[in-house]
């Protein structure tokens, strides 16, 4: 984790353990007051101290301590007041996911590119290694679908930009077949990247072991859009769809 305020790297200033994982916490609040109860159980995860007040009020007084003045604002219910501009990979990750798959939508291709990659990038982290518990494993699990949506956005514009972004979108959806192997849309897009980028037969040999893997594991047919892209590649029509 980095924390940097006014051009200084604070991170190793944040007290311990807990105090770096409440500081992420009450960043990824927005802005928004978190109870006493919740930081309790953030930071003990079920088994607090003996006085967890009095051991919550000390850490939040060595983090008042870490970070600029009138940063940490309430007693009770406790809020981090940051600056306008400050940069926040999280709010990234959910701004530029929206933006993406708003582009995908509306078919701007060349829109789409740039915000999925920011969240295919970002996203790939770790998100607090080092750190367990549920909300950390909650925000992963998020992370890992953002980077699968951002994969197949990522994917589809590079389709349909084709030329030397075809590269980049076939990374991009063999990564997010590796993350979910049965997502009958992601193996339509790479189908459909593999015939423009000239491997029609790899292409080919892709749709039969994706059929072979439903019908052995779930007992299903491809679905039809995927045996529409299927038929396109048997008659050689590689444009994007």
């Known amino acids: 984790m980095t924390v940097r305020i006014m051009g200084e790297r604070l991170e190793n200033d944040l007290p311990g353990k807990q105090g770096r994982l409440l500081f992420a916490f009450l960043v990824s609040q927005q802005g928004r007051s978190v109870t006493r109860s919740d930081m309790v159980k953030l930071l003990w995860n079920g088994a607090p101290p003996n006085d967890p007040d009095t051991a919550l009020a000390a850490l939040l007084a060595k983090l008042r301590k870490s970070l600029s003045k009138d940063s940490l604002s309430g007693k009770q219910d406790v809020r981090l007041i940051l600056p306008p501009a400050t940069w926040v990979d999280l709010d990234v990750v959910w701004s530029c996911l929206h933006r993406a798959e708003s582009a995908v939508h509306q078919h701007d291709w060349a829109g789409a590119w740039g915000p999925s990659q920011s969240v295919s990038h970002i996203s790939a982290r770790t998100f607090m290694p080092g750190f367990e518990g549920p909300w950390v494993e909650e925000i992963r699990s998020k992370l890992m679908d953002a980077q699968l949506r951002a994969n197949e956005c990522l ?27 049965y997502r009958e849309s992601t193996c339509a897009l ?30 299903v047919a491809p679905s039809e859009t995927l045996q529409e892209v299927h038929r396109r590649l048997l008659q050689n029509q590689t444009t994007a769809g």
């Open 190 to 219: 790479l189908l459909q990247i593999l015939a423009s980028r000239g491997n029609r037969a790899e292409a080919l040999h892709l749709y039969e072991a994706m059929r072979t893997l439903l019908r052995e594991e779930l007992g």
């Open 155 to 181: 994917a589809t514009s590079g389709l349909h930009l084709g030329g030397l972004e075809l590269q980049t979108a076939e990374r991009a959806a063999r990564r997010a077949m590796a993350a979910s192997p």
